[in-house]
């Protein structure tokens, strides 16, 4: 009798486990789509001050964000989440929701990103901010004499070589000795695809920058079913390459007849996941370039235009962070880094054969086209970029 009392006992325990994970889950994923329009959005701001290849990481600028919201009050703080798309998922009861999320989603994405707020050493700072952010966020919190300015850029870009395991080497070329607080965003990401595609095929192709320009490209070539979809409204092809960490690349090839501008302009989160919920697979050769593409940027000038514009000004309450008054963010850089290449897991089998019969239809990347990295369980967008000339990094 008593066994079965206690059995009972634990079954409803773990019941309640897993119905509290899948509600944890399900906020996740509200979380992570409520974030999609300042992806969305700040890839577009991006794109547009550039006729040349394109990186962002919107997870990693949106982490940035967050761990100043964490130390933000009033409106610097509302403003933050308004924009960030969080303000919905707050609770006035539960005062670390958004950071438990952040966190939760930030750990199953599993991406290699390093965030960073650099502070004065001026600046007596909160102790507990620093362990909160680290926490939820990530994010570390150091001390910079920014007034050594030579002293302080090797510092900075030491830092960012270390947590990057070396991927990237240098974010910042010179530092303001006037700096107050720096926030650093970095994010690394190279495709470990689930099919790989077979390194023995790849040869140079050409490659259509424009009309008056070629390049010769290394272009890779897989043949498999692959996942497919057309958008006949925006005429563009988009294609789902599969990784190993549970993410995905889509790749998007607008038609000959359309300038990729016209899509950058067009990518929104509704047409995200228009795109996602449109793809079938269907059988393929897929010829990709190989290409890897980094950038660095400064989102104090790309972020005012999205709505966020206080940290930036005087009038910022950042008292969770410092109680030194006046306290602003006085640069803020973001750098991410994608290479695209034939790896893949070592135990997948990779189905090339240039020899398949009957042929199947061909993809052929050999014009500037876009990719998107999203988490496929929660359809976070990680990474944004276009490849204009794939022989330029």
């Not at 890839?43 to 290849?53: F, L, P, V």
């Amino acid at each position: 009798m008593e066994m079965g009392f206690f059995s009972i006992i634990i079954s409803a325990v773990l019941l309640a486990a897993s119905i509290q994970g899948q509600m944890q889950n399900t906020f996740v994923q509200e979380l992570a789509g409520q974030n999609l329009d300042f992806a969305t959005g700040l890839y577009r701001k991006i794109a547009s001050g550039s006729d040349d290849n394109v990186v962002v990481s919107p997870l990693s600028a949106t982490l940035g964000l967050a761990s100043l919201a964490e130390g933000a009050m009033e409106g610097t703080r509302k403003q933050l989440l308004q924009i960030l798309g969080l303000t919905s998922m707050e609770r006035d009861s539960e005062p670390h929701r958004i950071p438990m999320l952040l966190q939760q989603l930030r750990e199953e994405v599993a991406q290699r990103l390093a965030t960073g707020l650099l502070i004065s050493q001026q600046v007596q700072t909160s102790s507990s901010f620093g362990s909160q952010v680290k926490k939820f966020y990530g994010t570390d919190v150091r001390g910079v004499d920014f007034t050594n300015a030579q002293a302080a850029k090797r510092d900075i870009n030491e830092y960012v070589s270390g947590v990057t395991g070396s991927k990237v080497r240098e974010v910042v070329n010179t530092v303001d000795p006037q700096n107050q607080l720096m926030l650093i965003n970095v994010a690394y990401f190279t495709g470990q695809w689930k099919f790989p595609f077979n390194a023995n095929f790849t040869q140079e192709e050409r490659f259509y920058v424009d009309k008056y320009h070629i390049v010769l490209a290394p272009m890779m070539i897989h043949s498999g079913k692959h996942y497919l979809a057309y958008d006949p409204e925006l005429k563009v092809g988009i294609l789902k390459l599969p990784c190993t960490d549970n993410t995905a690349m889509l790749l998007l090839l607008p038609d000959e007849d359309v300038d990729y501008t016209f899509i950058d302009e067009a990518l929104t989160r509704e047409v995200f996941l228009r795109w996602v919920s449109k793809l079938k697979k269907t059988k393929l050769e897929v010829q990709l370039p190989r290409f890897s593409v980094e950038r660095s940027f400064s989102l104090k000038q790309s972020l005012p235009s999205l709505g966020i514009t206080t940290i930036f000004e005087s009038s910022a309450d950042l008292s969770g962070i410092s109680e030194s008054p006046n306290l602003k963010v006085t640069e803020a850089v973001h750098k991410a880094l994608v290479v695209v290449d034939e790896r893949g897991d070592s135990d997948a089998l990779s189905f090339n054969s240039l020899f398949a019969d009957p042929l199947p239809p061909r993809l052929t990347f050999n014009r500037p086209f876009l990719f998107l990295v999203y988490h496929e369980d929660t359809k976070n967008l990680l990474h944004m970029g276009r490849v204009v000339d794939p022989t330029k990094k």
